[in-house]
């Protein structure tokens, strides 16, 4: 073994390509802090130079290292260190349409469930298919793995679960390296590992669930936002029609709880955002009607002050969904796997 002070360590015995112990001893000694994020590293020809390697074999060693965001090139002075790195952690880049607690809660889930030999970084793309692609574009080949939920918005601020452009980017990646989350895209195939949410048979479920109950009232209100931010999936209120039509039960469709609304007994709500949910409850109060009794109310996706409020939910479990892509990685399976939705009757109908 040829050991100089560049530090680069050469087995002309080995198997293991000559490009490939380059890479791993600049990444051992970043590792072990000889090498510090911004300190220059040996030129090309240095290296070739001293171990007679082609340039070609350095070359590609230091072109992978570009692509993993180990080390970076400036022009005209060299190579530099770019980042810390752990050959023992399991790098993921973590791309979240946006930031809500319940996103951070699949979130937190999924980097306590892999551990401390794990470096997991998030980024947000706000929902925007093209920063979603630049992100993945700038991080190609830096990562062990890749997790995506994928939810979009166009022009007019509506939901969209497809973008071709997105799709090509994603198919770049190994299939063995990629995760989609919260939303299912079928395009990817079956050899992408998936754990997704149903938003239209999830909902017609929850509500038949739910259907004896619900039967007392005159009529279902879906409070569905329209032109938010970030749109929620049009399928939601599919699978609210299905259910209604199915049962023979009147419904209506409404964008948001507005102020001083006129409330009618008997009629029962379904509310996505939380604003709503505390608008609405704030004029139940208000007019003296009894929750559950006058007025029903279930509220889209689980938290704490609902439960302690008593407030009736139907949810995806968040936590599983983190548990499941967890698992996924540190066993390698590549499954498609509908996360767990629940209905849960706190009395509020």
Do not use: W
Request: charged residues 30%; contains cysteine.
């Amino acid at each position: 073994m040829i050991e100089a002070p560049t530090s680069i360590r050469i087995d002309s015995e080995s198997r293991i390509p000559k490009y490939q112990q380059i890479v791993n001893s600049i990444i051992e000694d970043i590792e072990k802090g000889s090498l510090s994020v911004g300190e220059k590293i040996p030129s090309i020809n240095e290296i070739s130079e001293e171990y007679y390697l082609s340039r070609d074999t350095v070359e590609k060693a230091y072109n992978l290292l570009k692509k993993k965001k180990i080390i970076v090139s400036v022009k005209g002075k060299g190579y530099y260190v770019a980042r810390n790195v752990s050959q023992s952690q399991v790098k993921v880049l973590f791309l979240l349409n946006k930031l809500s607690n319940y996103k951070l809660r699949i979130y937190n889930s999924f980097v306590n469930s892999l551990g401390a030999d794990a470096q997991v970084d998030l980024h947000i793309y706000h929902c925007d298919p093209k920063s979603l692609l630049n992100l993945l574009n700038e991080n190609t080949g830096a990562y062990d793995y890749y997790v995506v939920m994928p939810h979009f918005k166009d022009d007019d601020l509506h939901h969209n679960n497809y973008n071709q452009d997105v799709i090509d980017a994603l198919r770049k990646i190994s299939p063995d390296k990629l995760i989609i989350m919260d939303n299912y895209m079928p395009d990817l195939g079956d050899e992408v590992a998936s754990i997704y949410q149903d938003f239209k048979m999830d909902i017609y479920k929850a509500l038949k669930e739910g259907q004896a109950r619900l039967q007392k009232y005159d009529t279902l209100i879906l409070v569905y936002p329209d032109n938010v931010i970030y749109p929620y999936p049009k399928e939601i209120k599919q699978g609210f029609k299905k259910f209604c039509v199915e049962f023979g039960l009147e419904f209506e469709i409404i964008n948001t709880i507005y102020p001083e609304m006129e409330l009618s007994p008997n009629d029962a709500y379904i509310l996505i955002e939380e604003n709503d949910l505390v608008n609405l409850m704030r004029q139940i109060r208000d007019e003296e009607y009894l929750l559950g009794e006058d007025v029903g109310v279930i509220s889209y996706n689980d938290t704490p002050l609902k439960e302690l409020l008593g407030i009736t939910v139907m949810s995806t479990d968040f936590k599983v969904m983190g548990e499941t892509a967890a698992y996924m990685i540190k066993k390698r399976k590549k499954e498609v796997v509908k996360n767990v939705f629940n209905f849960i009757d706190r009395g509020s109908i």
